[in-house]
């Protein structure tokens, strides 16, 4: 690793030959030596903060160009072939006061002319030629592609001769000037006497920016104080060195750094000198890294790390998760972290594909990609769409024009020149024509890497405009997969910190367990893009989210919409009506729902339009080439070949297909209304049928939509027996017992996070599927309708509940999540049944008795009660999940619970809430009914002992001890010949650390 070092030297106040003693210098000279040797120096930098001297006298500025040159020629020495570069600053002891005090002419002149024995001391060394405020020298590291630009401040306007100047000092016009227009390619080192809180507030401010913006490392003096590590201004981080006083002959101090040249590493070292030992000793050493300021063009930077999304001053790197990436290549290899995929881009691959759904953070990838090479010390170059011209050559062209400082490099140059980490990210790498693949392909000789990101429904597009003529061992390909749980909450717990910088971790953690409730249990409509996830955290930490779902959706859905359309205006010359596009796509939605397929025609598109523009209230043209490129640029549509095209997402069409139906309720079509109602509940069980009712009820608020499902409900369950143990009419369920629950652990905990993560990813990746269609005459369609329905109402209520003004209606909501739950397993459960009592009754009429055969059919038994007891688990969990929440739990509560199964059902909505009382009152009243009515255990233990489970694992910080401890012991451990266990160390391995 090539390292250069950086000799600190500040206030050596010399006054004559006994300032400084030999054996001080020789000291130094020494350390110099053994930095070199041990650590392969090739080159030096020899850097003076100011007040070389006492009082700014020529003689003085002699002896200090005599040591100088001493130390210069030492290292020469070491080094004969190398150059030794030496750069300073002045400092208010480097003032001549009594010609300060009879010069003639403005403060401003009168400092310069006090300081001309400074001006004649860094001439010698070929500074400060060109100006007498500051000076900008440039270092050409040998053997590589680094520069480095020196860049040192007179900052002595305003000094005095004693040093309370705290505030006083102040930079000139030229020097600000000089700041402001300064822009590099190069690392940037500032070498300044004073730091920005001696300057005035104007001029403080300035430095701050300047240092924040441009600079990569300051070196600075005058406290007497040394101080080394890191300066971090809006998270950037900026190496700083303060030299202490060289001068004191007690604690007279040095420092020297080691600068990685390959990479953003620094190791500075401290010297002070020891009374005892007569030399400089080592006192302690700081490794850090900086930030090195971005190659391509400020502007530009900054405007590419500000945040996308709708949220004022955010940067993209405070809210950007970089999401799992599956790699085809080699399936154990999947990657979790941005760190892991740059390590990835550091293999001999040219060509990295990743392909991704539609808003699944594509852009944000290439973006932070972008930034990350551009801020250390990178040339990334990023193409989209809004640069592509005729061909490869143009559309690269314009793309340097936008994003690097043409002016200190062509773009000629920069193609040919072996430049450190050039690498090509392309955004809707599929959109591009084959002109621009073949010239990509062509010319990849000019980037070390090209990141190409697509869609993964349009990779063939890709393939096919050249892609497949690159040699397959030369691609390495991934594919984004969705943000569930641990990704969406890290999205969460970012979005939160931005809306409240000061909100403390239990908050936070309260309020992502909400939020990914809500989510999960949505999990077939909300869409998992991250802007989406981003707009839902951002809501909800505002607390505009509300118990009445429809912020959910009808806020955050829409505001990611519109906000999707508003900039494609803001980028547009030919502006679109926002209002006027969600009505084209709500009757666009509709056309697709009514033709069962997410897939269109492009004049379907245009007959809406042209419908649209018949109206006479319809004072403005609607122009169909406007509105059909703002859908496609917005990514609220898609392409799918030639003329075909469809929503994102089923979510979308859903989404569009509910706002159609409202605005029948808005224009009074009730009738129609109605016939479009009663068709989706006659087809509850295909999916977007029960997601349109989801929407509706959540954009709508309308209480007759409710009944409406609650009415049907009723109607498909009439006459359908209720799973009832008072009447034993499921009596297989009894035949054998089931092995206990055992206690909690890590894995169980670990085990319930991963199976809700797969939960969401088969939920995901089935849902997009054009389910329209299905076998009406289909017997287990016919038995999930009822359910479906009951799903929709547990997932409604929550939401309405605070508004259902009709006590009647609550009930009948609360009757049929209880009711109906179980008359769906009886359904379930009756084939079961039949088929055992089927096998009994042909047992009893057997002549000779069959050991084997009533062997399997005790085997079958139990295997019937296992599978019986899981679909009891997931039915009773559904609707707790769905269902449970402070607003719902009185009024299901206050159900006359008059069966076993009535009251464990609503025991599982109480492991959904996090209340331990009440959890425990409601497990203790399950256990006695259970104890009092059987003799021995059967299956139903082992359900509300499930519950227990759950909810330790849900809520692990309770109150471990009195009873709720006694309870755990109980029912989770075993006494064993009259020895008990504690639960405690288990309990323990649960819970989070305080």
Known sequence: MSRLLLIHLSDLHIVDNNSFSDERKTSINNIIQKEIVNHSIEETILLFTGDMTWSGKKEQFDLTYKYIDSIIKYIKTLLPSTFVGFYCCPGNHDIDFDVFDIAEGEVRDRYLIAKNEFFYFAQKQKLFLESKEYHIGTFKV?????????????????????????????????????????????RTILLIHHFEDYFDESSSLELRNFIKEKCDFVFFGHTHIAENGTYIIDDKKIGISRGGALHDKNGSIFSVTLLCIDNTDYITRVYEWDLMSRSYMFLKEITNKYNIKTNVDIDFYTRNNSQVMDFPNAKLEEIFVFPDLLFEQNKERNISSFDK????????????????????????????????????????????????????????????????????????????????????????????????????????????????????????NLYNNGISSVDPSNIYTFEVQPFIVSKRNELFTKTLKLVSPDIDTTKIEKSIKEMDKIISEQISIVTTNPEFLFLFAKSFGNRTYQSAGSNIFNEVFESNIIISLSKYNENSEKKIDIPIALLLLESLGHTCFKNSKNIFAEQELISIVNERNMKSNLKKHINFTDYHKAFLTSRIICEMDTDRYAFISNSYLSYFAARYLKRLITLKRREEFSEELQYLSDNISIDLCGDILLFLCYQTGDMSIIEHLVHRANDFYKNKIELDLNVNNMSYLFSSSLPRRTIPSEEDKR??????????????????????????????????????????????????????????????????????????????????????????????????????????????????????????????????????????????????????????????????????????NSYKQAKNILDNTYSKRNFLYNLIEDTFFLYLIKYPNFRYFGEMQGLIDKTFLQEEKGKSKSSKKFINKIRKPK
Do not use: W
């Open 142 to 186: 040998s053997n590589s592609k680094i520069k480095i630009d020196f860049f040192s401040i007179n900052s002595t306007y305003g000094s005095r001769k004693i040093d309370a100047d705290k505030g006083l000092h102040f930079l000139s016009p030229e020097t600000l000037k000089a700041m402001r227009d300064f822009r590099t390619d190069n």
């Open 341 to 460: 995929f740059v390590e990835i881009l550091s293999e001999d691959k040219k060509y990295i594909i990743v392909k991704g759904f539609e808003k699944s953070g594509k852009t944000f990838i290439s973006r932070y990609l972008f930034n990350y090479y551009a801020k250390n010390n990178g040339n990334p170059l990023l193409i989209s769409r809004n640069y592509e011209k005729k061909n490869f050559e143009l559309t690269i062209k314009e793309a340097y024009k936008n994003q690097y400082n043409s002016s200190r490099m062509d773009i000629n140059r920069y193609l040919k020149n072996d430049l450190n980490n050039k690498i090509l990210i392309i955004d809707d790498a599929n959109t591009f024509s084959p002109s621009f693949i073949s010239g990509l392909i062509d010319n990849n000789e000019c980037f070390e890497t090209i990141v190409l990101l697509c869609n993964d429904k349009k990779f063939l």
């Open 751 to 920: 085990a319930l996070k991963k199976k809700q993560e797969q939960k969401e990813q088969t939920a995901l990746s089935t849902r997009e599927k054009n389910d329209f269609e299905r076998d009406a005459k289909s017997v287990v369609n016919t038995v999930f309708d009822g359910f479906r329905f009951v799903e929709l109402i547990c997932k409604i209520l929550p939401d309405f509940i605070e508004n259902i003004e009709n006590d009647e209606l609550i009930m009948n909501c609360v009757n049929s999540l209880y009711e109906y739950s179980h008359r769906f397993l009886y359904q379930l459960f009756l084939p079961l049944d039949e088929a055992i009592n089927k096998e009994k009754k042909y047992l009893d009429q057997l002549d000779k008795y069959d050991d084997l055969l009533e062997q399997d059919l005790n085997d079958f038994e139990v295997s019937s009660t296992a599978i019986s007891y899981q679909l009891i688990r997931i039915v009773y969990n559904s609707i707790a999940r769905f269902s449970s929440t402070d607003s719902t739990i009185k009024a299901l509560d206050n159900y006359d619970n008059k069966s076993i199964l009535y009251t464990i059902e609503n025991l599982y909505m109480h492991a959904y809430i996090e209340g331990e009382t009440q959890f425990i």
